[in-house]
Protein backbone atom coordinates (compact mmCIF):
# COMPACT_ATOMS: atom_id res chain seq x y z
CA UNK A 1 0.00 0.00 0.00
CA UNK A 2 1.12 3.43 -0.52
CA UNK A 3 2.04 5.87 2.04
CA UNK A 4 -0.76 7.83 3.19
CA UNK A 5 1.33 11.33 4.51
CA UNK A 6 1.07 11.16 8.21
CA UNK A 7 1.10 7.56 10.35
CA UNK A 8 0.94 4.90 7.51
CA UNK A 9 -0.76 1.86 7.02
CA UNK A 10 -3.86 1.81 9.63
CA UNK A 11 -3.46 4.85 11.97
CA UNK A 12 -5.34 7.35 10.39
CA UNK A 13 -9.77 6.97 10.55
CA UNK A 14 -9.31 8.56 6.49
CA UNK A 15 -7.51 6.53 5.26
CA UNK A 16 -9.23 5.89 2.17
CA UNK A 17 -9.13 9.75 0.82
CA UNK A 18 -5.39 10.39 2.23
CA UNK A 19 -4.41 7.12 -0.29
CA UNK A 20 -6.62 9.04 -3.02
CA UNK A 21 -4.17 12.22 -2.65
CA UNK A 22 -1.54 10.83 -2.50
CA UNK A 23 -2.10 8.61 -5.58
CA UNK A 24 -2.66 11.49 -7.42
CA UNK A 25 0.68 13.21 -6.60
CA UNK A 26 1.91 11.46 -9.62
CA UNK A 27 -0.72 13.45 -12.27
CA UNK A 28 0.30 16.71 -9.93
CA UNK A 29 3.57 16.58 -11.29
CA UNK A 30 2.91 15.68 -14.67
CA UNK A 31 0.98 18.53 -14.93
CA UNK A 32 2.86 20.78 -13.45
CA UNK A 33 5.36 19.79 -15.97
CA UNK A 34 3.13 20.98 -18.65
CA UNK A 35 2.64 24.72 -17.95
CA UNK A 36 -1.07 25.91 -18.00
CA UNK A 37 -1.49 30.05 -18.85
CA UNK A 38 -4.63 31.14 -16.82
CA UNK A 39 -6.13 33.83 -17.98
CA UNK A 40 -5.78 37.52 -16.39
CA UNK A 41 -8.40 39.85 -18.23
CA UNK A 42 -7.82 38.75 -21.43
CA UNK A 43 -3.17 39.30 -20.67
CA UNK A 44 -1.02 37.10 -21.66
CA UNK A 45 -0.32 35.87 -17.80
CA UNK A 46 -2.15 35.00 -14.85
CA UNK A 47 0.30 36.31 -12.33
CA UNK A 48 2.24 38.30 -10.64
CA UNK A 49 6.18 38.07 -9.54
CA UNK A 50 7.73 36.43 -6.41
CA UNK A 51 6.68 39.20 -3.47
CA UNK A 52 8.06 38.33 0.34
CA UNK A 53 5.53 36.95 2.22
CA UNK A 54 4.70 38.16 6.60
CA UNK A 55 8.50 39.09 7.78
CA UNK A 56 9.91 35.74 8.51
CA UNK A 57 12.88 33.47 8.02
CA UNK A 58 13.39 34.11 4.11
CA UNK A 59 16.51 32.42 3.27
CA UNK A 60 15.76 32.81 -0.46
CA UNK A 61 16.11 36.83 -0.08
CA UNK A 62 18.92 35.82 2.10
CA UNK A 63 17.27 37.35 4.99
CA UNK A 64 16.47 35.75 8.51
CA UNK A 65 14.09 38.36 10.44
CA UNK A 66 13.30 37.27 14.27
CA UNK A 67 11.18 38.27 16.88
CA UNK A 68 12.69 38.76 19.83
CA UNK A 69 11.83 39.31 23.99
CA UNK A 70 13.71 40.91 25.91
CA UNK A 71 13.01 40.35 29.68
CA UNK A 72 14.71 41.02 33.04
CA UNK A 73 15.76 39.88 36.21
CA UNK A 74 11.88 39.76 37.07
CA UNK A 75 10.70 38.11 33.80
CA UNK A 76 8.96 40.89 32.55
CA UNK A 77 9.71 42.23 29.21
CA UNK A 78 12.00 45.30 29.09
CA UNK A 79 11.50 48.15 26.77
CA UNK A 80 13.68 51.29 25.13
CA UNK A 81 16.35 49.12 23.79
CA UNK A 82 18.74 49.85 20.98
CA UNK A 83 20.35 48.17 17.78
CA UNK A 84 23.18 48.73 19.88
CA UNK A 85 22.52 46.39 22.75
CA UNK A 86 21.91 42.84 20.93
CA UNK A 87 24.13 40.43 19.42
CA UNK A 88 23.24 37.99 16.61
CA UNK A 89 24.77 34.40 16.28
CA UNK A 90 24.57 31.72 13.72
CA UNK A 91 26.04 29.00 14.05
CA UNK A 92 27.93 30.64 16.69
CA UNK A 93 29.36 33.22 14.01
CA UNK A 94 28.04 36.74 14.63
CA UNK A 95 25.92 38.37 12.16
CA UNK A 96 25.41 41.92 11.25
CA UNK A 97 22.16 43.25 12.33
CA UNK A 98 20.36 45.18 8.68
CA UNK A 99 17.61 45.93 10.04
CA UNK A 100 15.75 46.94 13.72
CA UNK A 101 12.26 47.44 15.26
CA UNK A 102 11.27 48.73 18.48
CA UNK A 103 8.23 47.51 20.01
CA UNK A 104 6.12 50.41 19.53
CA UNK A 105 6.49 49.75 15.95
CA UNK A 106 3.94 46.83 16.85
CA UNK A 107 0.88 48.90 16.95
CA UNK A 108 -2.55 49.11 14.86
CA UNK A 109 -3.71 51.12 12.29
CA UNK A 110 -5.01 55.05 13.69
CA UNK A 111 -8.62 53.91 12.51
CA UNK A 112 -8.88 50.40 14.03
CA UNK A 113 -7.78 51.96 17.63
CA UNK A 114 -10.49 54.50 17.48
CA UNK A 115 -13.16 52.06 16.71
CA UNK A 116 -12.02 50.51 20.20
CA UNK A 117 -14.00 47.25 20.65
CA UNK A 118 -16.03 47.68 17.45
CA UNK A 119 -13.38 47.45 15.39
CA UNK A 120 -13.83 44.35 13.34
CA UNK A 121 -10.92 41.89 12.28
CA UNK A 122 -10.78 39.83 9.03
CA UNK A 123 -7.97 37.30 8.94
CA UNK A 124 -8.78 37.35 5.07
CA UNK A 125 -8.51 41.61 5.16
CA UNK A 126 -5.26 42.27 6.93
CA UNK A 127 -4.91 45.77 6.68
CA UNK A 128 -7.21 46.35 9.57
CA UNK A 129 -4.20 44.67 12.07
CA UNK A 130 -1.40 46.62 10.98
CA UNK A 131 1.84 45.13 12.31
CA UNK A 132 0.04 44.72 15.70
CA UNK A 133 0.83 41.80 17.47
CA UNK A 134 -2.38 39.29 17.89
CA UNK A 135 -3.43 36.49 20.46
CA UNK A 136 -4.82 33.31 19.74
CA UNK A 137 -6.48 31.10 22.73
CA UNK A 138 -6.69 27.77 22.09
CA UNK A 139 -8.39 25.71 24.55
CA UNK A 140 -7.01 22.36 24.33
CA UNK A 141 -10.28 19.88 25.51
CA UNK A 142 -8.73 17.15 23.25
CA UNK A 143 -5.43 16.16 25.39
CA UNK A 144 -6.77 17.31 29.16
CA UNK A 145 -8.73 15.56 31.58
CA UNK A 146 -12.41 16.72 32.15
CA UNK A 147 -11.20 18.38 35.76
CA UNK A 148 -8.41 20.16 34.14
CA UNK A 149 -10.27 21.38 31.07
CA UNK A 150 -12.74 23.05 33.65
CA UNK A 151 -10.24 24.65 35.54
CA UNK A 152 -8.44 26.12 32.52
CA UNK A 153 -11.76 27.50 31.39
CA UNK A 154 -12.19 29.24 34.57
CA UNK A 155 -8.53 30.34 34.72
CA UNK A 156 -9.42 31.47 31.02
CA UNK A 157 -12.75 33.18 32.46
CA UNK A 158 -10.87 34.60 35.37
CA UNK A 159 -8.00 35.92 32.33
CA UNK A 160 -10.04 37.76 30.79
CA UNK A 161 -12.37 39.62 33.41
CA UNK A 162 -9.37 41.32 34.31
CA UNK A 163 -8.62 42.93 31.11
CA UNK A 164 -9.55 46.29 30.47
CA UNK A 165 -12.38 47.02 27.39
CA UNK A 166 -11.08 46.98 25.16
CA UNK A 167 -8.16 44.66 25.13
CA UNK A 168 -5.00 45.89 24.04
CA UNK A 169 -4.24 43.74 20.97
CA UNK A 170 -6.62 41.73 18.58
CA UNK A 171 -7.64 38.36 20.48
CA UNK A 172 -9.54 35.06 18.99
CA UNK A 173 -10.70 31.89 20.94
CA UNK A 174 -10.78 28.66 19.82
CA UNK A 175 -10.67 25.11 21.15
CA UNK A 176 -10.21 21.61 20.12
CA UNK A 177 -11.96 18.35 20.69
CA UNK A 178 -12.13 14.98 19.98
CA UNK A 179 -13.23 14.77 16.10
CA UNK A 180 -13.01 19.03 16.12
CA UNK A 181 -11.59 22.21 15.77
CA UNK A 182 -13.83 24.89 16.23
CA UNK A 183 -13.97 28.41 16.38
CA UNK A 184 -15.47 29.98 19.31
CA UNK A 185 -15.30 33.59 18.20
CA UNK A 186 -13.36 35.75 15.75
CA UNK A 187 -10.54 38.24 15.95
CA UNK A 188 -12.00 41.02 18.52
CA UNK A 189 -10.70 43.40 21.44
CA UNK A 190 -14.27 43.34 22.52
CA UNK A 191 -13.50 41.47 25.92
CA UNK A 192 -16.94 40.86 26.74
CA UNK A 193 -17.36 39.18 23.43
CA UNK A 194 -14.87 37.11 24.38
CA UNK A 195 -16.38 36.27 27.93
CA UNK A 196 -19.50 35.30 26.29
CA UNK A 197 -18.00 32.94 23.45
CA UNK A 198 -16.39 31.16 25.93
CA UNK A 199 -19.22 30.79 28.27
CA UNK A 200 -21.28 29.59 25.62
CA UNK A 201 -18.84 27.09 25.14
CA UNK A 202 -19.08 23.87 27.78
CA UNK A 203 -16.55 21.92 28.89
CA UNK A 204 -16.49 18.36 27.38
CA UNK A 205 -15.21 14.98 28.11
CA UNK A 206 -12.02 14.19 26.31
CA UNK A 207 -13.28 10.59 25.26
CA UNK A 208 -9.75 9.56 23.15
CA UNK A 209 -8.00 10.50 26.53
CA UNK A 210 -10.33 8.64 28.93
CA UNK A 211 -10.96 5.78 26.85
CA UNK A 212 -8.22 5.08 24.59
CA UNK A 213 -5.34 7.39 26.23
CA UNK A 214 -2.58 5.17 25.51
CA UNK A 215 -4.01 2.20 24.21
CA UNK A 216 -3.75 1.35 20.47
CA UNK A 217 -3.50 4.16 18.30
CA UNK A 218 -4.85 6.36 20.43
CA UNK A 219 -1.92 8.48 21.27
CA UNK A 220 -1.15 8.99 17.52
CA UNK A 221 -4.60 9.68 17.12
CA UNK A 222 -4.73 12.70 19.64
CA UNK A 223 -1.18 13.86 17.62
CA UNK A 224 -2.31 14.02 14.52
CA UNK A 225 -5.39 15.94 15.40
CA UNK A 226 -3.55 18.25 17.73
CA UNK A 227 -1.17 18.81 14.61
CA UNK A 228 -3.79 19.33 12.04
CA UNK A 229 -5.35 22.08 14.54
CA UNK A 230 -2.03 23.94 14.52
CA UNK A 231 -1.89 23.78 10.99
CA UNK A 232 -5.41 25.08 10.44
CA UNK A 233 -4.55 28.05 12.46
CA UNK A 234 -1.27 28.99 10.73
CA UNK A 235 -2.69 28.89 7.39
CA UNK A 236 -5.99 30.66 8.57
CA UNK A 237 -4.12 33.82 9.99
CA UNK A 238 -1.23 33.61 7.97
CA UNK A 239 -1.55 36.96 6.11
CA UNK A 240 -1.79 38.71 9.38
CA UNK A 241 1.37 40.92 9.07
CA UNK A 242 2.52 40.91 12.93
CA UNK A 243 3.52 38.21 15.26
CA UNK A 244 0.71 35.86 16.14
CA UNK A 245 1.23 34.67 20.12
CA UNK A 246 -0.96 31.45 20.34
CA UNK A 247 -1.53 30.06 24.15
CA UNK A 248 -2.45 26.86 24.05
CA UNK A 249 -4.47 26.02 27.36
CA UNK A 250 -4.16 22.41 28.10
CA UNK A 251 -2.44 18.98 28.29
CA UNK A 252 -0.94 19.57 24.59
CA UNK A 253 -0.66 16.76 22.10
CA UNK A 254 0.87 13.71 23.60
CA UNK A 255 4.77 12.83 23.39
CA UNK A 256 5.81 9.79 20.94
CA UNK A 257 8.57 7.70 21.74
CA UNK A 258 10.31 6.51 18.40
CA UNK A 259 11.55 3.61 19.53
CA UNK A 260 7.69 2.07 20.21
CA UNK A 261 7.40 2.65 16.60
CA UNK A 262 9.27 1.24 13.58
CA UNK A 263 11.29 2.88 11.14
CA UNK A 264 9.61 3.95 8.47
CA UNK A 265 6.94 5.32 10.99
CA UNK A 266 8.85 6.94 13.21
CA UNK A 267 10.52 9.04 10.24
CA UNK A 268 6.53 10.27 9.10
CA UNK A 269 6.21 11.29 13.00
CA UNK A 270 9.19 13.61 13.30
CA UNK A 271 8.95 14.50 9.43
CA UNK A 272 5.07 16.00 9.75
CA UNK A 273 6.09 17.22 13.48
CA UNK A 274 8.89 19.27 11.68
CA UNK A 275 6.73 20.31 8.74
CA UNK A 276 3.97 21.64 10.99
CA UNK A 277 6.57 23.22 13.10
CA UNK A 278 8.14 25.02 9.79
CA UNK A 279 4.72 26.19 9.03
CA UNK A 280 4.38 28.44 12.07
CA UNK A 281 7.68 29.56 12.02
CA UNK A 282 7.01 30.59 8.56
CA UNK A 283 3.61 32.00 9.43
CA UNK A 284 5.36 34.37 12.54
CA UNK A 285 3.56 32.02 14.80
CA UNK A 286 4.90 31.85 18.61
CA UNK A 287 3.17 28.98 21.02
CA UNK A 288 2.97 29.74 24.59
CA UNK A 289 1.70 26.84 26.37
CA UNK A 290 0.06 27.01 29.95
CA UNK A 291 -0.81 23.17 31.17
CA UNK A 292 -3.58 23.04 34.00
CA UNK A 293 -2.74 19.81 35.14
CA UNK A 294 -1.28 21.85 38.45
CA UNK A 295 -0.73 18.29 40.36
CA UNK A 296 1.16 16.66 37.93
CA UNK A 297 4.14 15.75 39.66
CA UNK A 298 7.93 16.26 38.85
CA UNK A 299 6.82 19.05 36.17
CA UNK A 300 8.50 22.30 36.72
CA UNK A 301 8.34 25.89 34.33
CA UNK A 302 10.43 25.23 31.08
CA UNK A 303 12.11 28.58 29.13
CA UNK A 304 14.69 28.73 26.77
CA UNK A 305 16.99 31.53 27.82
CA UNK A 306 19.84 30.46 25.74
CA UNK A 307 19.69 27.47 23.10
CA UNK A 308 21.87 25.16 26.21
CA UNK A 309 18.63 25.43 28.31
CA UNK A 310 16.32 24.57 25.87
CA UNK A 311 18.67 21.65 24.49
CA UNK A 312 19.38 20.86 28.47
CA UNK A 313 15.24 20.86 29.04
CA UNK A 314 14.19 18.83 25.67
CA UNK A 315 16.73 16.45 26.99
CA UNK A 316 19.21 16.46 23.17
CA UNK A 317 22.54 16.19 23.82
CA UNK A 318 24.33 19.35 22.51
CA UNK A 319 27.09 17.54 21.20
CA UNK A 320 27.55 18.25 17.51
CA UNK A 321 24.86 19.82 15.55
CA UNK A 322 21.93 20.79 17.00
CA UNK A 323 18.43 19.76 15.45
CA UNK A 324 15.10 20.37 17.35
CA UNK A 325 13.86 17.60 15.46
CA UNK A 326 16.15 14.66 16.47
CA UNK A 327 14.62 13.72 20.24
CA UNK A 328 11.26 12.72 21.23
CA UNK A 329 8.83 14.04 19.51
CA UNK A 330 7.19 16.09 22.00
CA UNK A 331 4.84 18.94 22.33
CA UNK A 332 7.40 20.94 25.07
CA UNK A 333 9.40 21.29 22.34
CA UNK A 334 7.23 23.57 20.24
CA UNK A 335 7.23 26.55 22.61
CA UNK A 336 11.09 27.02 22.81
CA UNK A 337 11.71 26.25 18.73
CA UNK A 338 9.13 28.89 17.99
CA UNK A 339 10.46 31.53 20.59
CA UNK A 340 8.12 30.61 23.07
CA UNK A 341 7.66 28.69 26.63
CA UNK A 342 5.75 26.04 27.97
CA UNK A 343 4.71 26.22 31.93
CA UNK A 344 3.51 23.11 33.37
CA UNK A 345 3.21 21.98 37.05
CA UNK A 346 1.40 25.63 38.17
CA UNK A 347 -1.60 26.19 39.72
CA UNK A 348 -1.88 30.48 38.92
CA UNK A 349 -2.76 29.53 35.21
CA UNK A 350 -5.27 33.04 34.47
CA UNK A 351 -1.60 34.51 35.81
CA UNK A 352 0.07 32.59 33.59
CA UNK A 353 -1.96 33.06 30.73
CA UNK A 354 -1.43 36.92 31.29
CA UNK A 355 1.96 36.41 31.44
CA UNK A 356 2.56 34.72 28.20
CA UNK A 357 0.08 37.59 26.39
CA UNK A 358 2.65 39.92 27.84
CA UNK A 359 5.95 38.27 26.75
CA UNK A 360 4.09 38.50 23.28
CA UNK A 361 3.14 41.82 23.03
CA UNK A 362 6.51 43.76 23.74
CA UNK A 363 9.13 42.54 21.43
CA UNK A 364 11.60 43.66 18.67
CA UNK A 365 12.26 42.87 15.01
CA UNK A 366 15.67 42.01 14.03
CA UNK A 367 16.98 41.27 10.81
CA UNK A 368 20.02 39.84 9.63
CA UNK A 369 21.98 38.42 6.44
CA UNK A 370 23.54 34.98 7.07
CA UNK A 371 27.05 35.11 6.53
CA UNK A 372 27.20 31.30 5.68
CA UNK A 373 26.93 31.24 1.57
CA UNK A 374 25.49 27.29 1.87
CA UNK A 375 22.45 26.54 0.82
CA UNK A 376 22.65 22.67 1.33
CA UNK A 377 19.11 21.64 2.03
CA UNK A 378 17.98 20.69 4.85
CA UNK A 379 20.85 21.96 6.96
CA UNK A 380 20.04 23.27 10.27
CA UNK A 381 21.14 26.66 11.74
CA UNK A 382 21.09 27.39 15.43
CA UNK A 383 19.90 31.52 15.93
CA UNK A 384 21.22 33.09 19.44
CA UNK A 385 20.47 36.73 20.13
CA UNK A 386 22.41 38.55 23.09
CA UNK A 387 20.97 41.06 24.98
CA UNK A 388 24.45 42.98 26.03
CA UNK A 389 22.88 44.73 28.74
CA UNK A 390 23.76 43.14 32.11
CA UNK A 391 20.75 41.17 33.64
CA UNK A 392 18.83 41.08 30.55
CA UNK A 393 17.67 37.78 28.42
CA UNK A 394 16.68 37.64 24.83
CA UNK A 395 14.32 34.81 23.72
CA UNK A 396 13.63 33.70 20.08
CA UNK A 397 13.02 30.74 17.70
CA UNK A 398 15.97 28.32 17.99
CA UNK A 399 16.85 28.37 14.13
CA UNK A 400 15.68 27.14 10.65
CA UNK A 401 16.46 25.21 7.68
CA UNK A 402 18.22 26.61 5.08
CA UNK A 403 15.93 25.25 2.11
CA UNK A 404 12.33 23.05 2.04
CA UNK A 405 13.24 19.58 3.58
CA UNK A 406 12.97 16.44 1.21
CA UNK A 407 9.89 16.16 3.62
CA UNK A 408 8.47 19.28 2.43
CA UNK A 409 8.97 18.66 -0.97
CA UNK A 410 7.12 14.61 -0.65
CA UNK A 411 4.01 13.77 -1.99
CA UNK A 412 3.41 12.75 1.47
CA UNK A 413 3.35 16.70 2.58
CA UNK A 414 1.36 17.78 -0.02
CA UNK A 415 -1.47 15.01 0.77
CA UNK A 416 -1.35 16.08 4.27
CA UNK A 417 -1.84 19.62 3.85
CA UNK A 418 -4.31 19.43 1.13
CA UNK A 419 -6.43 16.08 2.93
CA UNK A 420 -5.82 18.76 6.77
CA UNK A 421 -7.68 21.94 4.32
CA UNK A 422 -10.48 19.78 2.98
CA UNK A 423 -11.73 19.09 6.31
CA UNK A 424 -11.06 22.27 8.26
CA UNK A 425 -13.35 24.20 9.74
CA UNK A 426 -11.88 27.24 9.55
CA UNK A 427 -10.91 29.34 5.78
CA UNK A 428 -7.55 29.18 5.19
CA UNK A 429 -5.96 32.39 4.32
CA UNK A 430 -2.24 32.00 3.60
CA UNK A 431 -3.60 32.71 -0.23
CA UNK A 432 -6.25 34.79 -1.32
CA UNK A 433 -9.13 32.57 -2.99
CA UNK A 434 -11.89 33.57 -4.87
CA UNK A 435 -14.26 31.60 -6.98
CA UNK A 436 -17.13 32.20 -9.72
CA UNK A 437 -18.32 29.43 -12.17
CA UNK A 438 -17.28 29.62 -15.45
CA UNK A 439 -20.16 30.77 -17.63
CA UNK A 440 -17.80 31.28 -21.10
CA UNK A 441 -19.36 29.76 -24.27
CA UNK A 442 -16.27 27.01 -24.61
CA UNK A 443 -16.08 26.19 -20.67
CA UNK A 444 -17.13 22.50 -19.70
CA UNK A 445 -20.23 22.12 -17.68
CA UNK A 446 -19.35 22.28 -13.57
CA UNK A 447 -16.40 24.61 -14.39
CA UNK A 448 -15.06 27.25 -12.69
CA UNK A 449 -12.78 29.88 -12.57
CA UNK A 450 -10.10 29.81 -9.36
CA UNK A 451 -8.77 33.47 -8.60
CA UNK A 452 -5.55 33.76 -6.58
CA UNK A 453 -3.97 36.74 -5.22
CA UNK A 454 -1.27 36.98 -7.74
CA UNK A 455 1.03 38.84 -4.61
CA UNK A 456 0.45 35.95 -2.50
CA UNK A 457 2.73 33.39 -4.81
CA UNK A 458 5.98 32.29 -4.89
CA UNK A 459 7.06 33.50 -8.56
CA UNK A 460 10.45 31.98 -10.56
CA UNK A 461 11.95 34.37 -13.39
CA UNK A 462 12.78 32.31 -16.35
CA UNK A 463 14.98 32.85 -18.70
CA UNK A 464 12.28 34.79 -21.39
CA UNK A 465 11.64 37.05 -18.74
CA UNK A 466 8.52 35.79 -17.91
CA UNK A 467 7.54 34.34 -14.34
CA UNK A 468 5.79 31.13 -13.47
CA UNK A 469 4.52 30.17 -10.20
CA UNK A 470 3.14 26.62 -9.63
CA UNK A 471 0.25 25.78 -7.25
CA UNK A 472 -1.87 22.62 -6.63
CA UNK A 473 -5.65 22.95 -6.64
CA UNK A 474 -8.24 20.84 -5.49
CA UNK A 475 -12.02 20.60 -5.21
CA UNK A 476 -13.53 18.60 -2.36
CA UNK A 477 -16.87 17.43 -2.24
CA UNK A 478 -18.09 18.09 1.09
CA UNK A 479 -21.24 16.46 3.34
CA UNK A 480 -23.37 18.89 5.12
CA UNK A 481 -21.17 17.79 8.79
CA UNK A 482 -18.21 18.84 6.80
CA UNK A 483 -16.77 15.50 5.84
CA UNK A 484 -14.81 14.96 2.37
CA UNK A 485 -16.47 13.18 -0.10
CA UNK A 486 -14.67 12.98 -2.91
CA UNK A 487 -12.25 15.51 -4.54
CA UNK A 488 -10.20 16.50 -7.82
CA UNK A 489 -6.73 17.43 -7.74
CA UNK A 490 -4.63 19.43 -10.43
CA UNK A 491 -1.43 21.11 -10.93
CA UNK A 492 -1.03 23.76 -12.34
CA UNK A 493 1.24 26.80 -13.95
CA UNK A 494 0.11 30.15 -13.81
CA UNK A 495 2.83 32.38 -16.17
CA UNK A 496 3.11 36.16 -16.16
CA UNK A 497 4.50 38.26 -18.97
CA UNK A 498 7.69 40.27 -18.24
CA UNK A 499 5.63 43.94 -18.86
CA UNK A 500 3.27 42.95 -16.05
CA UNK A 501 2.71 44.98 -12.66
CA UNK A 502 4.22 41.78 -10.81
CA UNK A 503 3.36 43.65 -7.36
CA UNK A 504 0.06 45.07 -8.08
CA UNK A 505 -2.15 43.77 -5.01
CA UNK A 506 -4.97 43.93 -7.22
CA UNK A 507 -4.28 41.54 -9.53
CA UNK A 508 -4.92 37.18 -9.66
CA UNK A 509 -3.91 34.78 -10.92
CA UNK A 510 -7.12 33.18 -12.75
CA UNK A 511 -6.89 28.91 -13.00
CA UNK A 512 -9.63 27.49 -15.07
CA UNK A 513 -10.89 23.95 -12.90
CA UNK A 514 -13.78 21.80 -13.77
CA UNK A 515 -15.16 19.40 -10.98
CA UNK A 516 -17.87 17.42 -10.32
CA UNK A 517 -19.68 17.31 -7.22
CA UNK A 518 -20.34 13.94 -5.69
CA UNK A 519 -23.57 13.08 -5.07
CA UNK A 520 -25.35 14.29 -1.16
CA UNK A 521 -22.09 16.58 -1.27
CA UNK A 522 -23.25 20.33 -0.41
CA UNK A 523 -20.36 22.45 -0.42
CA UNK A 524 -17.51 22.48 -2.98
CA UNK A 525 -14.49 23.52 -1.42
CA UNK A 526 -11.17 25.16 -3.46
CA UNK A 527 -8.37 24.47 -1.80
CA UNK A 528 -4.76 26.38 -3.58
CA UNK A 529 -1.57 25.51 -2.39
CA UNK A 530 1.72 27.36 -3.47
CA UNK A 531 4.47 25.16 -4.36
CA UNK A 532 6.95 27.40 -3.18
CA UNK A 533 5.89 28.02 0.48
CA UNK A 534 3.57 25.76 1.05
CA UNK A 535 0.93 28.25 1.83
CA UNK A 536 -2.35 27.65 1.20
CA UNK A 537 -6.23 29.33 0.69
CA UNK A 538 -9.20 28.17 0.90
CA UNK A 539 -13.26 29.42 -0.59
CA UNK A 540 -16.24 27.22 0.03
CA UNK A 541 -18.90 27.13 -2.43
CA UNK A 542 -22.81 26.09 -1.31
CA UNK A 543 -24.37 23.62 -3.74
CA UNK A 544 -28.29 24.25 -4.89
CA UNK A 545 -30.31 21.20 -3.91
CA UNK A 546 -29.83 17.90 -6.09
Not at 13 to 33: H, K, N, P
Not at 347 to 352: E, G, H, L, V
Not at 445 to 461: C, D, F, N, Q, R
Request: charged share 20%; hydrophobic share 40%; net charge negative.
Amino acid sequence: MARTGLFVKKWLMSRYYRFCLCACFTILVALIAAPVHAQDNGADVASAPQVSHTPTITVNARLVVLDVVVTGKDGKPVDGLTRKDFQVFEDKQPQSIRSFEAPSAHSLPAASAAEGPAAVFDAAKPASFGQSPVTILVLDQLNTHFADSSFARRSLHDYLIKQPQPLSQPTTLLSVYDNKFKLLQGFSRDRDVLLKALEAAPTEYAWKLEINGNAEYGPLERLDQSLRALEQIAQSYARIPGRKNLIWVGGGFPSIDPTSLDGDNAQEVKDTLQHVTDVLLDTRITVYAVDPTSLAPGMTEITDTTQLEFAEAAGDSIAGAFDPYNADEDFDRLGPVTGGRVVRGRNDIADQIASAIDLGAEFYTIGYSPTSSSDAAGQYRKIRVVCLRPGLTATTRAGYYTEQTQQEKSADTISYDLATAAESTIPLNGLHVTVEPNHSVASEAESYIVHVGASSLTWKPEDDGRSTAHVAVMGASLSSKGKMLGHTLHGMTATARADVDLRDTSRNADFDFTVKPVPKATTLRFIVRDAGTGRMGSVDLPLPDR
